[in-house]
Structure formats: structure tokens, C-alpha cells
């Protein structure tokens, strides 16, 4: 089993910075990419930044120029700059892995979520 832990939300002003965490831990044999989702209230939930194990980033345009998505092995971050207002959201941490199964058999990849953490914009 595998399991993934997003931290770092939080209420903050406009303008400011927020930097969230994910931590995934398990039976991990690699990691192919771990995405930053959200879902704000009354809306879909919708890929933020995604970053492959190649380190190719990707990000939503809403985003582009504020957010920057990192990694280092098994865990992540996204770091938010000039927050706005729309960006209140429960965000996501997604990993997409190879997950080790035991007694011989291969490697088999599956996608893990966080339970989410609220980031809340407002002055």
C-alpha cells in the first residue's frame, strides 16, 4: 500500500505566498509524476502543475508565471506566489507510481491521492 499526505494550506491575503507539501511513502519502486490538482467549491477538480519523473513541468495557464512544482524522490511541492482569490481551492497531491508487489510478481503502476489540504485567499 501506499500513502500520500499533502500539508502547507492555509489562510492567506492576496498577494502572498504559500508553499504546500506532499510526502508519498510505501511500497514505492518509482515514481512516474506527481501532479498538484484542485477543486474549488460548485467546480470540477482540475490539474494545477504536474511534474514527470524526467522533471517536465507542466502548468494550468491560470498559473503560469506564480506557481512552480519541485521534486526530490518521494516528495513534492508547489510553491504559490501572488495568490489571488480564485485560487482558493482544496488542492490535491496526485502520484502516479510503479507500486513494488511482493511474492515475486512485477511492479504495477497505479495513481495515489492525498486527502487534500484548503487554501483560502481572501483579506
Known amino acids: 500500500q501506499v500513502q500520500v499526505a499533502e500539508s502547507g494550506g492555509g489562510l492567506v491575503q492576496p498577494g502572498r505566498s504559500l508553499r504546500l507539501s506532499c510526502t508519498a511513502s510505501g511500497s514505492i519502486f518509482s515514481i512516474q509524476a506527481m501532479g498538484w490538482y484542485r477543486q474549488a467549491p460548485g467546480k470540477e477538480r482540475e490539474l494545477v502543475a504536474n511534474i514527470t519523473s524526467g522533471a517536465i513541468t507542466t502548468y494550468t495557464d491560470s498559473v503560469k508565471g506564480r506557481f512552480t512544482i519541485s521534486r526530490d524522490k518521494n516528495r513534492g511541492w508547489l510553491q504559490m506566489n501572488v495568490l489571488k482569490p480564485e485560487d482558493t481551492a482544496v488542492y490535491y497531491c496526485?502520484?502516479?507510481?510503479?507500486?513494488?508487489?511482493?511474492?515475486?510478481?512485477?511492479?504495477?503502476?497505479?495513481?495515489?491521492w492525498g486527502q487534500g489540504t484548503q487554501v483560502t485567499v481572501s483579506s
Open positions: 496526485n502520484v502516479d507510481l510503479m507500486e513494488r508487489i511482493y511474492g515475486g510478481m512485477p511492479p504495477r503502476r497505479k495513481q495515489y
